[in-house]
């Protein structure tokens, strides 16, 4: 390594770390993004570890134990914490195993909608003109169906399943990154350093996504984090509708599909997988508005 070049890398290494330092203490001040973060992160963990952290395997089912109540209640076993279901099967196993199926969901609607959105979206607002024309006024057309109609829909065309209620919810969230990208390529494009850049001779495909992409991602990664707990959402409903994960899938939507029969007789049965649904989604939407804050301009306050 040349001096020149160590003496480069050593300059731009205090310049990622001031940045990172400015991105932390704007994240940092929103005492709900750190939990949701911690949160996020504890469910990851749990995820991962599943097979090691749950007491009993999701499937099994116990026929001397059916609807056991949690270990407080009346009649409850310590052998089955949070209760059991309508045909024996541990409930907290079943919540622990479905954080794998919702954060396994929440990651592959992001990745395939951003993916799509943000090829779509930077060829339109690029090239504008017909090109334009054409994607925007498709993307318009998905807008105008209800998201989970239109899941439910494609769903119903595909078969249901859980590898196509992904895709179509990766389908119906793609219009919303299609447009951010192309409002933010239509703002850079006209900025010096992309005149610049074509003047010095670079092509289209590098002023597209080595150029001005980079410069768009701070919105994208926050409308990421949002549809990430909209995917949960959607593939949850689409769970309790019967159209997503199959039984005995411990995914949350089904469990609550099968428990809707049981909800005066065990409230556990119904509660359990909702609490799970309610309190991931809201940990991840507090670590947006936390991103929102770190990563706009705009809203950093002095």
Known sequence: MTEATATTAISADPTRRARLAEFWYYFSENRGAVFGLFFFLFLVLLAIFAPLVAPHNPTIQFGDARLVPPVWQEGGRATFLLGTDAVGRDMLSRLIYGTRFSLFIGVIVTVLSLTGGILVGVIAGYFRGWIDTVIMRLMDIILAFP??????????????????????????????????????????????????????????????????????????????????????????????????AQPPTPEWGTMLAEAREFILRAWWVVTLPGLAILVTVLAINLMGDGLRDALDPKLKRS
């Open 147 to 244: 998201s989970l109609l239109l899941a439910l829909v494609l769903v119903a065309v595909l078969g249901p399943g859980l590898t196509n209620a992904m895709i179509a919810i990766a389908l119906v969230f793609q219009p919303h990154f299609v447009r951010l990208t192309r409002a933010a390529v239509m703002t850079e494009k006209t900025r010096d350093y992309v005149v610049a850049a074509k003047v010095a001779g670079a092509g289209h495909a590098r002023l597209m996504f080595k150029t001005i992409l980079p410069n768009c991602m701070a919105p994208l990664i926050v409308q990421a984090t949002l549809s990430f707990s909209n995917a949960i959402l959607d593939a949850a409903a689409l769970g309790f509708l019967g159209m997503g």
